[in-house]
Structure formats: structure tokens, C-alpha cells
């Protein structure tokens, strides 16, 4: 399969705990994209690479939220002492670029739960 | 601030039967505009998209329906089937470069025989 993976599927962690999440994109991708979901609504925009260069980062990304992307092949995202209102579904995709009429491809997702 | 509105919030067709799912958006730099299918426990998936020099795009049973004037988009589902079942989201997204794409909260969709 040479989709979008993403690890763990499931994260279940106490508040306070540091937690990090990894995506590899679709090899000859050179954009990665991060969003989060929570239940009932549409994924919202955190974070974009093109390469190893973060090009935009959304207001929701907080300062305890910090993604990288050190080689421009996988990405991680981690979250620093996470509090309840993180739990989310992360969901990671890669592209050639919207711009260029290119389309996204979603991971299925990484589930936070913060008791 | 919302800046992709999606109704219904749910959604219940007869198998056979034209599933219509709306979208309006207020930002007039907006200029693609896909529709995502999710099914539970999965990522989006692209199903079909548009740009705002067509009205119409059809893409097998999915239809794109595009009004520039009103700020609005909709997808047809013709002969609805029960594998059509899923989540769907309408979003959009600027040109110049702009990677960022803005989602509507969904559409739950149930297709009954």
C-alpha cells in the first residue's frame, strides 16, 4: 500500500503527558499537510510543509503544538503537556500541491484521547 | 469565523432515490472547490471538485453543481446506494499559491432500501 500511513492509529494518554504523532507520505509528494477533526465536524488546517520548510501554521497551533518535517520525507507532530481539549483525531495528507491542481490524500488519522 | 456553511447536517434517501448536499461560502477569493467522503474510522477521501469556470462537473453518479453569483455549491448523488453511506464535506480553497483548504462540519449521509 503506498497510501498516507500514520502511527499510532490510537493514542490514549493522561493530561500533562507529551505525545507524538508520525506520518509518511506518499513518496513523491513534496507538500504534507496536518489537520485535526474532532467528532462532528470538518478537519481544520494546522500545518503545511512543502519540502522540509513549514510554510504556514494555523493560530490553532498552539505553543505546546510543534510539527517537523527534517528530511522532507515523514513528519511528526508533537503535543506538549496535552490537556483534554486536544483530544482529536489528527489527520495527516500529502499532495504535489493544490496550486499546481494536485489533490490531498488523508491518512486514516491518529485518535487522541486525554483523560 | 465559518467561512464554508454545509446543510443538511444529516441526511436520509431511499436507495434509488437523489441525494442533494449544499454548501455557501463568503469568501469571494475562493476557487476550488472538492467534496470529501469519509466513512467511519477513515480518512477523507477526494470524491469530486470543481473550479469556478464551470458550473456543472459530473463525475459517474456524482454531480457538482456550481453558483458563482450566489456564493454556492451542492453535490448530487443520483441513484443513491447504501454504499453511499458515509460522511460527506464540501470545501474550498484560494489560488496564489494558498494550500490551506477550509471544510464545511459535514453532512451525515444514510442511504435506507
Known amino acids: 500500500d503506498t497510501g498516507v500511513s500514520q502511527d499510532p492509529r490510537h493514542k490514549i494518554t493522561k493530561r500533562g503527558q507529551n505525545v507524538t504523532f508520525r506520518c509518511d507520505p506518499i513518496s513523491e509528494h513534496n507538500r504534507l499537510y496536518w489537520y485535526r477533526q474532532t467528532l462532528g465536524q470538518g478537519p481544520e488546517f494546522l500545518t503545511y510543509f512543502q519540502n522540509e520548510a513549514q510554510l504556514e501554521k494555523s493560530r490553532l497551533l498552539s505553543d505546546r503544538f510543534s510539527a517537523e518535517r527534517p528530511k522532507g520525507s515523514f513528519s511528526t507532530l508533537e503535543i506538549q503537556r496535552t490537556e483534554q481539549g486536544d483530544s482529536a483525531m489528527y489527520l495527516c495528507?500529502?499532495?504535489?500541491?493544490?496550486?499546481?491542481?494536485?489533490?490531498?490524500?488523508f491518512g486514516e488519522g491518529s485518535r487522541l484521547t486525554v483523560l | 469565523q465559518q467561512q464554508v456553511k454545509q446543510s443538511p447536517q444529516s441526511l436520509i434517501v431511499q436507495k434509488g432515490g437523489i441525494s442533494i448536499i449544499n454548501c455557501a461560502y463568503e469568501?469571494?477569493?475562493?476557487?476550488?472547490f472538492p467534496w470529501y467522503q469519509q466513512f467511519p474510522g477513515k480518512g477523507p477521501a477526494l470524491l469530486i471538485a470543481i473550479r469556478p469556470d464551470v458550473s456543472e462537473k459530473k463525475e459517474g453518479r456524482f454531480t457538482i453543481s456550481f453558483n458563482k453569483s450566489a456564493k454556492q455549491f451542492s453535490l448530487h448523488i443520483m441513484d443513491s446506494q447504501p454504499g453511499d453511506s458515509a460522511t460527506y464535506f464540501c470545501a474550498a480553497s484560494m489560488d496564489f499559491g494558498n494550500e490551506k483548504l477550509t471544510f464545511g462540519t459535514g453532512t451525515r449521509l444514510t442511504i435506507i432500501p
Open positions: 495528507a500529502s499532495s504535489t500541491g493544490l496550486a499546481q491542481g494536485g489533490e490531498l490524500f
Open positions: 469568501n469571494t477569493a475562493f476557487d476550488y
